[in-house]
């Protein structure tokens, strides 16, 4: 029972970050669910590609409460996000084919790397220049598959891609966040379904489909469908840039103690 509780403290923290900072709450939920499946010896050959899987479809669940929530905010760009579409499902597949294919080693670092650049560019606000417009449809297709890739291997909803990208076609920030959520849930459909295909012939702890485990999944997914319009009320209503430092921090804290873990 306590690892269900652990569960539902957990997707209710992602969930909440997710909604505030349109990111999915993957770059928390990974190395976190990893010390989980650790802790509960769960095959060590498979827990990193599990924490992957099982991050992606919660991040289906976040995603989708966010994107409602920032929707009815009038935040979200559907012609952006129907445009980028197609990209991201063929970058997802790419993703999760890949991520099958190497060791949990290289995933993890991966995983890590991905991390620092992450909580650096939050740390130091690094925003692009609002420099051109939004690209045609060659050019949205184009940025999803690569969105798509990256965040199917790191397991994220795309928020810490897309909304600089945005922010780089001469998009608002607001818009920006709305937007990136609302991308964040074809990227969690086809990231899930990459990971659940891939993983249909892997020994695992059941009950789980293919590298998604159902137990963390369901428990994450309760809590964070409830915070996460929170933290996109939050993000609407309050000053983050404080909270986004404090969130980087506490990224590189884990980043690291996962980067150790891999090279002991």
Same mark, same amino acid.
């Given at each position: ?6 569960? =539902?403290?957990?997707?209710? @923290? ?13 770059? =928390? ?22 924490? =992957? ?6 991040? =289906? ?40 294919? @190497?060791?949990?080693?290289?995933l993890a670092i991966f995983f890590t790397l991905f991390v620092y650049f992450a909580a650096t560019q939050i740390l130091l606000d690094v925003r692009p220049h609002a420099s051109r417009q939004l ?20 397991? @994220? ?108």
């Amino acid at each position: 029972m306590e690892w269900y509780v652990a569960y =539902l403290v957990l997707g209710a @923290v992602a969930g909440f970050l997710g909604g505030m900072f349109g990111i999915g709450g993957g770059t =928390l939920l990974v190395p976190i669910l990893l010390m989980l499946f650790e802790a509960q010896h769960f095959p060590p050959e498979s827990a990193m590609h599990l924490a =992957l899987g099982s991050s992606m479809a919660i991040i =289906l669940f976040t995603a989708a409460a966010s994107m409602r929530k920032h929707h009815q905010l009038g935040a979200v760009n559907w012609r952006v996000v129907i445009g980028i579409t197609p990209g991201i499902l063929l970058g997802t597949a790419l993703g999760a084919l890949l991520a099958a294919s @190497v060791s949990p080693r290289f995933l993890a670092i991966f995983f890590t790397l991905f991390v620092y650049f992450a909580a650096t560019q939050i740390l130091l606000d690094v925003r692009p220049h609002a420099s051109r417009q939004l690209p045609g449809p060659a050019g949205l297709t184009l940025a999803g598959t690569f969105t798509g890739w990256l965040s199917t291997l790191v397991s @994220v909803g795309g928020g810490i891609i897309v909304v600089p990208f945005l922010i780089w076609c001469n998009m608002p920030l607001r818009h920006a966040i709305g937007t990136a959520a609302a991308i964040g849930f074809p990227i969690a459909i086809g990231g899930t379904m990459g990971y659940i295909f891939t993983g249909m012939n892997a020994t695992l702890p059941a009950p789980h489909l293919g590298y998604v485990y159902l137990p963390a999944v369901l428990g994450c997914a309760l809590a964070s469908v409830i915070t996460a319009p929170l933290g996109a009320k939050t993000a609407h209503r309050t000053n983050v840039a404080l909270l986004r430092k404090l969130f980087a921090v506490l990224l590189l804290v884990l980043a690291t103690k996962l980067l150790l873990n891999v090279v002991a």
